[in-house]
């Protein structure tokens, strides 16, 4: 008698679930997808070796003095040669690349936590003019 006693605990436990669902599955709908975020830079393969480059093709650089990962140094008149690469306001991280928060209250990305910039020396995609100008920015590639 006890055997069935539980036997019949068992059933109704199992379908009261089912019936409650209105369905003929026991399992929760799905959760909905996150949104797809996009990489804010693409990888390309030049002679010199992969390099960052924008959405629009031109070559990202970084700047040897961010080394906090958590701030841009290049500020005010820096960044009349250096153009940090802005990132939306609601910004998430993606892969390898993060979203830091400058000294104006604006976003930029970041890659690997180093903050980001095009140069306005590069007039068309894959220029690397700015590489010339000072030895303290580099360009940006990913296996760095």
């Not at 996150?34 to 031109?58: C, I, N, S």
């Not at 604006?106 to 894959?126: E, F, I, N, V």
């Amino acid at each position: 008698m006890f055997r069935l006693v539980i036997a019949a605990a068992a059933i109704a436990l199992s379908t009261g679930h089912t019936l409650a669902n209105g369905h003929g599955g026991g399992d929760a709908p799905p959760p909905p997808k996150p949104e797809a975020t996009t990489a804010p830079a693409r990888v390309v393969l030049t002679k010199q070796g992969p390099k960052l480059v924008d959405v629009k093709g031109m070559t990202l650089y970084y700047y040897e003095r961010d080394t906090s990962g958590k701030s841009s140094n290049c500020n005010g008149k820096c960044t009349e040669s250096w153009t940090p690469l802005a990132a939306p306001t609601d910004a998430k991280a993606v892969g390898d690349f993060t979203v830091i928060s400058r000294n104006d209250g604006s976003k930029m990305w970041a890659y690997r936590y180093r903050p980001l910039y095009t140069s306005p020396a590069d007039k068309a995609p894959g220029d690397v003019n700015g590489n010339a100008t000072t030895l303290q920015w580099r360009i940006a590639r990913p296996e760095e």
